[in-house]
């Protein structure tokens, strides 16, 4: 179900759909399935096509044929997703094709979604609204992130003036730090993720049982067969429809499709999960935690932050628990991810390793980026400090994952070289006095 007016707060959107395919009865089928939702659509024949038309009015969703002349459906998909116009343009991959191999190189060139021809018409429509939604959530939140930026911008001009304030409402600036750096109303966000997920995983749960059902009527059928007597001809018959059907393969396909997409409802719901962890409001009463698992919610949360910039790499040591704030924590380990990041100009690597040493944690966070020269590496911890350009940071990031750790009994070291990289190693002891 699309979301309302009232969800959004948004002007009601017809939503735009590109279908590209080289065969006009095909288009014409797509085209009206699609229609009948009130959708509006466009239809267009070739790879080349689909480029100009997607650049010059981006579609909310594309429908995209991968056996075309010229250029297909996989060269399409990638330039798409390469240019930043339109990478953030949903895909789904409609062909003939089903073998697995053809499934896996249209999720390399970076399709969302992948249907078997001919489309069953309400699959193509469900498949189609869901990609919709999650669409419209990536346009607030980037909507709600441009709103952020001047939010942000504007807050550090005035804490320039109101640097003695700053002590006093520490508390507040550090949660508001904090959801900068997540986004405007995650915790919001998250609860709306989780309606279209909590049915989406219902779904996959009753088509798993459909599928049980099905093979077994399939086995129980073909055991009927073969001993009905039925004459040769019509058991030849048989077989080439089952051959033409790809019956087999799809009885053998669909168990594991059914374990990948629940897989992938639930690393989406334990991202959801350590959303709402990361932006509830703050718990100052100290707990037990493991720190290796602070990091691994950490990098859930940032994981498409990094992936454009580096190969992340873990060498988790086996920690006791620690006496600590863990919300905290994870607003510390986030603040120097992302910082390592965009230390990396192009690509680079990110190495996250833990160990213990004299009843003591040690987090490490390094990086292949830049680096930070000597002279200013005093000056990373000081409140407003930023080597960013302006409307990039407010310069508070470091300087309260300083005072976090502090108040810990920990510390934060820092060592960089420039053009080769920084590793902060943030220490933290066990029975920590919080």
């Known amino acids: 179900m699309m979301m309302n007016n009232e969800t959004t707060g948004q002007k009601e959107h017809t939503p735009n759909i590109l279908i590209v395919d080289d065969k006009p009865d095909n288009l014409r089928i797509l085209c009206d399935i699609l229609i009948e939702q009130r959708w509006k659509v466009r239809p267009v024949s070739s790879g080349k096509l689909a480029l100009q038309a997607a650049l010059a009015n981006p579609p909310d969703v594309i429908l995209l044929d991968i056996m075309m002349p010229e250029m297909d459906g996989f060269q399409v998909c990638r330039h798409l997703k390469n240019s930043p116009a339109t990478h953030h343009i949903p895909i789904v991959m409609v062909t003939a094709l089903t073998d697995k191999d053809s499934k896996i190189m249209a999720l390399e060139a970076g399709a969302d979604e992948f249907l078997s021809k001919p ?87 009753t088509l798993a049982n459909y599928g049980n ?17 039925c004459a040769p001809e019509q058991l030849v018959n048989l077989q080439q429809q089952r051959d033409r059907c790809k019956v087999d393969r799809i009885l053998k396909d669909f168990p594991n499709l059914m374990q990948e997409s629940q897989e992938g409802i639930d690393r989406v719901k334990q991202i959801v999960r350590d959303m709402k ?41 086996i920690l006791p628990q620690a006496i600590c704030l863990p919300h ?107």
Not at 184 to 200: D, K, Q, R, T, W
Not at 280 to 292: F, M, Q, S, V
């Open 277 to 317: 962890q990361f932006s509830r409001a703050d718990d100052d009463t100290p707990k037990l935690a493991d720190i290796n698992q602070c990091l691994e919610s950490t990098l859930n949360l940032v994981r498409n932050e990094l992936k454009y910039k580096a190969t992340v790499s873990c060498d988790f040591a």
């Open 213 to 229: 059902h099905l093979t077994e009527f399939i086995s129980i059928q073909d055991s009927t067969v073969q001993t009905a007597g």
């Open 119 to 205: 489309v069953d018409a309400s699959e193509l429509v469900v498949r189609t609204r869901n990609l919709l939604r999650i669409k419209l959530y990536g346009d607030l939140l980037k909507q709600y992130n441009g709103s952020l930026e001047e939010q942000v911008a504007k807050r550090t001009e005035e804490l320039e003036t109101a640097y003695e304030a700053l002590k006093s409402t520490q508390s507040k600036l550090m949660q508001q730090e904090k959801m900068a750096s997540m986004g405007l109303l995650m915790a919001g966000i998250a609860h709306e993720i989780n309606n279209p997920v909590g049915f989406i995983s219902s779904n996959l749960e």
């Open 328 to 434: 905290r924590l994870n607003q510390v380990f986030m603040n120097l991810l992302i910082n390592a990041a965009h230390a990396i100009e192009i690509e680079g690597e990110i190495k996250v390793r833990t160990w213990l040493s004299d009843n003591r944690i040690h987090a490490s966070i390094s990086d292949t980026g830049c680096g930070i020269p000597a002279e200013l590496k005093e000056r990373i911890f000081e409140p407003f400090f930023t080597t960013k350009e302006p409307g990039k940071g407010t310069g508070l990031g470091l300087s309260i994952s300083y005072d976090i750790i502090r108040k810990h009994g920990g510390e934060i070291l820092v060592e960089s070289k420039v053009g080769s990289g920084t590793t902060f190693t943030v220490t933290i002891p066990v029975n920590g006095n919080v």
